[in-house]
């Protein structure tokens, strides 16, 4: 048994390939006794994973990660919240745009000779949090692409041919939504910002200011001088540190819960120091 502690993975609810219960049971297997959900937008894989955890002894942390814009794209971790009625309906608005813009990305699909249906992504996502990796999905299924990274690549990913914006909440309101549901908010994986130490530094100070807690400092894609510096920042910070592999089943193939990439190995220090900060 090793005791690993995962705080990032996605289930079925959002995009991971793993059913909530099956994941739970597959963390287990790997060794992890701590693992925090976090789909994208929604809080519905999260009892039916507590379920599983209880049977067989394994932490489950109720998380979620929500999109914001900053300069593109940033994702925000919370941990321990709880299902307030103000986040459901913030759950729910944020699907509808979602929903819109899909619909978008299939048309422009549709023209340039890629024929998938609304239909057929609502069939490939088991879940309520719908995006670009279901219509990917589909897209592979019917043999547009080899696999999703390909999809992304030629389509779907950020300025290709089928891309779509979505419209955000600012950081200011993503942290405050988590905060307001009892949660403790995490700036997550700091390397797909692309910003150099000093203005990481600045917008941490902005962050800390509107209520951030922690920084993800360990993440499966980081380089060692990465994690370094984000460990750095959080000290300089006052900032939790926490750390998940972003475990997202088959659709991330290269990324094992727990592991990462062969070489995570993540103790429960971070569980406690996520604790202390819970309100
Ligand atoms: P969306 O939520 O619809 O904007 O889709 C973004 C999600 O797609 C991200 O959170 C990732 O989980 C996933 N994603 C982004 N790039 C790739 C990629 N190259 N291959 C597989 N999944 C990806
Ligand atoms: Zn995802
Ligand atoms: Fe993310
Ligand atoms: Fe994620």
């Known amino acids: 048994m090793r005791n690993l502690v995962d705080l990032h993975v ?5 995009d991971g390939t793993m059913s909530p219960e099956e994941l739970v049971h597959y963390a287990h297997k790997k060794g992890v006794a701590v693992v925090g959900i976090t789909d994208h937008d929604t809080t519905a894989g999260i009892s039916e994973a507590q379920k599983a955890g209880d049977l067989l002894g394994v932490e489950v942390i109720p998380g979620i990660e929500v999109s914001v814009e900053y300069e593109g794209e940033m994702h925000i971790l919370g941990y321990f919240i709880k299902d307030t009625q103000e986040l459901k309906d913030k759950m729910v608005e944020l699907r509808a745009k979602r929903e819109e813009r899909n619909r978008k990305i299939i048309r422009k699909l549709n023209d340039c000779g890629v024929n998938i249906s609304w239909d057929e992504v609502m069939e490939a996502a088991k879940g309520e949090t719908i995006g670009r990796p279901h219509i990917g999905m589909v897209m592979v299924q019917k043999g547009y692409a080899r696999a999703l990274d390909s999809c992304f690549e030629k389509y779907l990913g950020k300025g ?3 891309y779509v914006d979505r419209e955000k909440m600012g950081p200011r309101e993503g942290i405050e939504l988590i905060i307001q549901a009892g949660g403790v908010p995490v700036l997550a994986h700091p390397r797909y910002l692309n910003m150099e ?50 475990f997202h089943g088959t659709n991330k193939p290269d990324v094992d819960i727990g592991t990462g990439r062969g070489n995570m190995a993540l103790g429960p220090e971070m569980v406690v120091e996520l604790k202390k900060r819970r309100k």
């Open 197 to 246: 130490m000093r203005k990481l530094d600045a917008l941490l100070s902005k962050l800390k200011d509107e209520g951030l807690e922690g920084i993800e400092a360990y993440y499966s894609m980081n380089t060692q001088d990465e994690t370094g510096k984000y460990l750095r920042l959080a000290v300089r910070h006052g900032l939790a540190v926490t750390g998940g592999t972003d």
């Open 160 to 162: 290709k041919t089928a």
């Open 10 to 14: 996605h289930t079925t609810a959002s």
